[in-house]
């Protein structure tokens, strides 16, 4: 049985066992702070999708309907787009760099070369159409030039403009000797993307190695908007390799792959010695990190997949070691049972933000690919349920599931996962998950030109965008996971998939690695954890291989002996090695969240045995029934208090208080009027330090640690701070308060309190309608004796002013 426990509402539900993909079978979501004061958080029962075998009729039925979205988009790119870079799909017109109203940031992806047409080459292969392939190819020879006076995205321009080059340019004489098509073909898109290659080369000419983040395709980085260029995020400088190691196996040029190769030592140099993590962004010149922020999402994702792809691809078996060091980090700091939590890459116990990116999507695909199975499938598992819960993966969640950012740009990852699950287990589960990612294309991103990116998960509301991968990624594997692998014209396991979805064959790495000699560094040791997991073949990727090992994965691992007396949750205390210990074979993982929260997570597949699942069922339980029965005394709540003009009484908001900076006892207190922070979540640099200076500073809750966020506005001169809730409708009468938690460091001086949204919402609209009100901060406790003290001592004077005879 599986127990879904709803925190806000209370109560339990229970819904029939499920197969495998049911892993988590118990998800309790426990907020607690430090002393043990606890709230319960929310788990939504999700829906379920049948699991019966999908016949070959429908199945066929799925890949023709893949089919005709993929021409849907691409007709109405072609007839009222080409040749701009991409498709508006709400204004059915091109958007071209320097004429569309720019988008900012954003438009470094677009370079004036076609970009939709060249991404999109070999899908129209992989749907067997080398008719239109020929057409486009000739339209790609004949319009696309790369000679631009445009600053463009090194990364964004690597794979989907030489990776698509090159994939056509493999395809183009892969289908002359198959088919005896193209036979006029003379390796032009090649010499397109050699010529494009050398426009990117300037950008590796810094004093690491590590290329920057933008280049000029006409004057590479001697232009005044790129002379103050320092910073590229990981993936963006880890995500060349593919692609430049083809160019130049391909072309006999071997410049590029050099290029490529210095830029991963130079990465791979710059990890945490301790954690073996990366962070997110970096100085291309020092290589100092600027973010270190670490997860396995945005600014990092492709990286990864880049050391575990070039393996592959190229036979280097440095990139092996590397990628199983990061990834025994991953699994051992950011991955929580089926969730990847961000942390800091030198403090890894550190958590670093309250929410997951839906780019994150692509990493149980790479999992299936490194053989590691069963947390590919849970974490697969737990996107889906959010996919179901919202239509699509909104491009930001929080860690129970809700919207944290509302948009869905049509990303591939999600699919591409499910297609790498389903070729590596067969299970037809997976086809009915792709089906569902199907039709919720097509019933809320089609429109009559093309699809549009969903603006809003939650209202549905469209945008003008259609990214290029939608071709390239999104329908190609789509279509991919309903074929049948014998009815296409490629045996794509011939080739492996970069992370733009193009094909380069594997025979590339039978070319010999001699545009390349690689030296080991000398830090670089070898470790015994460096080849502990191999990299199968993809034609070993099937059930009777890949099932096997998730039997036993957990029991036949390290076995320990199991506590002979029961843990109770009253007893539970997470400094102690030994109940850790405990409670991870109970199937327990416990996962620090920040500000002040810990989640705990159970599952009966965890546990060490059945008669520990169970054990860990009821600890669960306790748990519950322990936090529902703490609260905060009242003598540790906090009072923001007020008294607007024209009112004779103050007003008094119940805070919560915080384990860092100063305690607000008996009569201390600040009295200060109140200032706003610019930014709200005070999680960058302050905008308005100067107005803060000596002010009681309001903050809004999220994005980094409550202790961050006191420090910053302590360091701007506040005297004290009042974190305000961000989720809505919360009140001190329908939640349990708690206390901020600190990171260990006693260097907060000021005052910090907490008020929930609908004290805060108080707040505000006093503060609004009076600017200059002063705000007291005290103690509850404190501030009502006071109050009723000067009450005592008024009525008293009242009383002797009466008796007084003149």
Known sequence: MRTVINARGGGTASTGHR????????????????????????AEQIPTVPTHNMSNKERNELKEEAREMFYHAYRAYMDNAYPADELMPLSCAGRYRGVTPSRGDLDDTLGNFSMTLVDTLDTLVVLGDLEEFEHAVKLVIKDVKFDNDIIVSVFETNIRMIG???????????????????????????????????RLLPAFNTSTGIPHARVNLKHGMKVEALRHSRETCTACAGTILLEFAALSRLSGEPIFEVKAHAAMDALWKMRHRSSELMGTVLNVHSGDWIRRESGVGAGIDSYYEYCLKSYILLGDERYLARFNRHYHAIMKYISQGPMLLDVQMHRPHTKTRNFMDALLAFWPGLQVLSGDLKPAVQTHEMLYQVMQMHTFIPEAFTFDFQVHWGQHHLRPEFIESTYFLYRATGDHYYLHAGKKALKALQKHARVPCGYAAVN??????????MDSYVLSETFKYLFLLFSDPADLIL??????????????????????????????????????????RSCP???????????????????????????????????????NTDHLRTVYDMGITMVSLGEGKV????????????????????FMQEMVELSN??????????????KREGEREMRILEAGPSHFGMELVNDLSVV??????????????????????????????GECTFVDKARRVESAGAVAAIVIDNTPNTSINNQQMFAMSGDGRDDVLIPVVFLFTKEAEQLIKAIKEQPSLELTLMSVTALKEKLARASITKTDTKSSDSKVTP
């Open 599 to 618: 989640q705990l997570l159970h599952s009966f597949h965890n546990a060490k045995s059945p008669e520990d699942a169970e054990r860990g069922l009821i």
């Open 491 to 532: 045996n794509i396991e011939d080739f492996i998939f970069t992370t733009e979805a193009h094909l380069l064959p594997l025979t590339l790495g039978q070319l010999g690695n001699h545009t390349f000699t690689g030296v080991r560094d000398q830090d670089e040791q070898v470790h015994m954890l460096d080849y502990m």
């Open 537 to 575: 073949s993809p034609n070993k990727l099937f059930p009777e291989t890949v099932r096997r090992p998730l039997r036993d994965l957990v029991t036949g691992v390290c076995p320990r002996i199991s506590s002979a007396k029961r843990l109770r949750a009253a007893d539970f205390q997470a400094s």
């Open 19 to 42: 197969p495998i993909h049911e892993l988590l079978t118990f998800i309790a979501m426990l907020t607690a702070v430090v002393l043990g004061w606890a709230t319960l958080a929310l």
């Open 672 to 701: 200060q009027r109140a200032v706003f922070a610019k930014p709200a979540k005070v999680c960058s640099a302050l905008k308005n330090a100067e107005e803060i200076r000596g002010k009681i500073v309001i903050i809004e809750r």
């Open 629 to 642: 029965s703490n609260s905060i005394p009242n003598t540790q709540l906090q009072a923001v208090a007020y």
């Open 164 to 198: 698509g080059l090159l994939s056509g340019h493999i395809l183009a004489e892969y289908v002359q000797k198959q088919a005896d098509v193209m036979t006029w073909y003379r390796g032009e898109l090649l010499e397109m993307a050699k010529d494009l290659g050398y």
């Open 456 to 465: 809003d998960v939650r209202t549905g509301k469209h945008e003008d965008r």
